[in-house]
């Protein structure tokens, strides 16, 4: 019985990351910028506190490559935490091959996200965003696995 509230859990965990995923896929170019450029501000007042001196060229590059590191870190982030649940998942489901499953069930979730970006306006495709998000699937994974496995190591201590 615990462990099939442990799937129901971690199922709905994996559907909420992916539902996050969706939506913030969903926003248009406009929104989704105005969403990472709030970051993208203070990071840039933080580590160029002589930015609004700067003449206007140097600022605009200043702001498309915080633009884009804040962009690239959060499609790795989001899909890292994917990875994260859906290793848990296939712990709980007790699959055979779950670090591969895991890695390829988020990859293809990656993939799909890139086509259901080519019907929101101003955004696309692109290919580089699925070897992020396959990269940060990968790293939730690898993750997951070393927290299990310090977890079983530990798991004899903690039963007596």
């Known amino acids: 019985m615990k462990i099939r ?3 129901v859990i971690t199922a709905l965990a ?10 913030f896929s969903a926003q248009d170019a406009e929104s989704s910028s105005q969403t990472s450029g ?18 206007a060229k140097a600022r ?8 884009l590191a804040v962009r690239k870190a959060a499609h790795f982030s989001e899909f890292m935490l994917l990875g994260l649940f859906l290793r848990l998942l296939l712990k709980w489901l007790r699959c055979r091959h779950k ?5 390829v ?6 993939v799909s ?3 259901h970006q080519m019907f929101v306006d101003g955004r696309g495709p692109q290919p580089l965003d699925v070897g ?24 004899p201590e903690n039963t007596t």
């Open 38 to 55: 709030v970051l993208v501000d203070r990071l840039i007042h933080w580590f160029h506190p002589e930015f609004d001196s700067l003449k």
């Open 60 to 67: 605009r590059m200043i702001r498309q490559q915080y633009q």
């Open 132 to 155: 992020i998000d396959s990269l940060g699937v990968l790293a939730g994974v690898a993750l997951m696995a070393g927290i299990i496995r310090l977890w079983r190591k530990r798991a």
């Open 14 to 23: 994996v559907l909420a990351v992916a539902a996050m995923i969706f939506i």
């Open 5 to 7: 509230r442990w799937i």
């Open 113 to 115: 996200d890139e086509i």
């Open 99 to 103: 670090n591969i499953i895991s890695w």
């Open 105 to 110: 069930a988020g990859t293809l979730y990656a």
